[in-house]
């Protein structure tokens, strides 16, 4: 069975704490994302990565940054949480085929920062 | 500025029909193209280009990207009513993920 988990379902932080999610696939896919989930505005891209050690910005990653030091783990970071990054956060991989895609995505983390 | 523009805006067909749905893009330090489809809120992932000339498949749909004239399109073949969607693309670049602004696709039954 093809898996993507994340180290955490639920996550309580403080405003200014540093946060990290862990992301880890093991289907040996070479693209992971980052989304953010929030009601009214759907799914959002935060950072994706096509290979180990490259990283590109989605459309909001202001205040986030991403770690991709193995080809199976991606990180997202919060440098200094704040109350509007709660949220719930998705991971996804999906495969580097030429001709076919599918995306596979994680059980999420409810993040609430207080 | 980076610009997306998708055409057509909007777009009426019949159960059964070939659509085709354009994408063209001016991306700086490009690096992928995504297509996503958009149903009530949350968009759902359909390809991701990188490389020209490659078709990609999913079922009914495929995808294709030319570098050189900077656009790709969308195919969708024996449409059916649960197609009916937005259907966004976003080129990948230096300063991240630029959105066109959606093809809004009806499909009738």
């Known amino acids: 069975d093809v898996k993507v988990t994340q180290s955490s379902r639920y996550l309580v932080k403080r405003t200014g704490e540093k946060v990290f999610l862990e992301c880890v696939q093991d289907m040996d896919h070479e693209n992971m994302f980052w989304y953010r989930q929030d009601p009214g505005l759907g799914l959002r891209l935060i950072y994706f990565s096509y290979d180990v050690k490259m990283k590109e910005k989605g459309d909001i990653p202001e205040g986030y940054s991403v770690s991709r030091e193995k080809k199976e783990r991606f990180s997202l970071i919060l440098e200094s949480a704040s109350t509007n990054q709660t949220s719930m956060y998705l991971c996804a991989s999906i495969t580097g085929g030429h001709t076919y895609n599918e995306q596979f995505f994680g059980p999420g983390t409810r993040l609430t920062v207080l | 500025e980076d610009k997306v523009v998708q055409s057509p805006l909007s777009l009426v067909v019949h159960e059964g029909d070939t659509v085709t749905l354009n994408c063209s893009y001016e991306v700086t330090n490009f690096r992928s193209l995504l297509w996503y489809k958009q149903e009530k809120k949350a968009p759902t992932f359909l390809f991701m280009l990188?490389?020209?000339?490659i078709e990609k498949k999913s079922g009914r749909l495929s995808s294709i990207l030319d570098k050189k004239e900077l656009f790709s399109i969308l195919n969708i073949t024996a449409t059916q009513t649960g197609d009916s969607a937005i259907y966004l693309c976003a080129g990948g670049g230096a300063d991240g993920l630029t959105f066109g602004k959606g093809t809004h696709l009806i499909i009738q039954p």
């Open positions: 990188t490389s020209s000339g």
